[in-house]
């Protein structure tokens, strides 16, 4: 399979513990994204690499929360003294190094903070 | 401002009706436009795509949209529902780079199709 693919799918986690989620790109994709999804609404934008380099963050990204992609393969979500509001499906996407590029998404990890 | 409202949250259709899924979109800029799909439990697939080019882009599974650009519109539709057409479908929007991002995509609140027998 040469899909986007992430790990976990599922995470349970408790109040206050730090989770982390990785997303692997398509292999040839230098652009990579994560979206975060709530219940009944549309995916929002989270943060974007371009190789390694980490070049637009949003506002919902709280200093909670940090993403790498070291090598401008795969990337890491971590999630640090994680929050109830926090629960949610994690989705990354990746696409080729061109404006307009088609965004190819994993299957998401979803988080339960209990 | 960049920005997507999808006109109906649930749209229920019988097997073999037409399919009508209404999008508006708001963009100072040309925007490339989009409709994903989300079966349960699985990722978002992307159904078609708008860049420019032709207004009537057709996509997947017998799914067309067309750009109207004076109606600032990406109405997705197909002639006839299947059972397996049943899911959340999201009209998105990218800016580009003259939006001032750098592809981002915005998402609206999706449209639940539901395909009666």
């Known amino acids: 399979d040469t899909g986007v693919s992430q790990d976990p799918r599922h995470k349970i986690t408790k109040r206050g513990q730090n989770v982390t989620f990785r997303c692997d790109p398509i292999?040839?994709?230098?652009?990579l994204y994560w979206y975060r999804q709530t219940l009944g609404q549309g995916p929002e934008f989270l943060t974007y690499?371009?190789?390694?380099?980490?070049?637009?963050k949003s506002r919902l990204l709280s200093d909670r929360f940090s993403a790498e992609r070291p090598k401008g393969s795969f990337s890491t979500l971590e999630i640090q003294r994680t929050e109830q509001g926090d629960s949610a499906m994690y989705l990354c996407?990746?696409?080729?190094?061109?404006?307009?590029?088609?965004?190819?998404f994993g299957p998401g990890t979803r988080l339960l903070v209990l | 401002a960049q920005s997507v409202t999808q006109l109906d949250s649930h749209v229920s259709v019988s097997e073999g009706t037409p399919v009508l899924l209404r999008c508006n979109y708001s963009?100072?800029?040309?925007?490339?436009l989009f409709w994903y799909v989300q079966h349960p439990n699985k990722g978002l697939q992307l159904l078609l795509k708008?860049?420019?080019?032709?207004?009537l882009v057709k996509g997947i599974n017998g799914f067309e949209a067309e750009f109207k650009k004076s109606e600032t519109s990406f109405h997705l539709t197909k002639p006839s529902a299947h059972m397996s057409d049943a899911a959340e479908y999201f009209c998105v929007v990218s800016p580009g780079a003259y939006g001032g991002s750098q592809g981002n995509l915005i998402f609206g609140k999706g449209t639940k199709l539901s395909v009666k027998p």
């Open positions: 690499f371009q190789n390694e380099a980490q070049l637009e």
């Open positions: 708008y860049t420019s080019a032709a207004t």
């Open positions: 996407a990746s696409s080729l190094d061109r404006i307009r590029e088609t965004q190819y």
């Open positions: 963009s100072s800029y040309s925007p490339s």
């Open positions: 292999s040839e994709h230098n652009r």
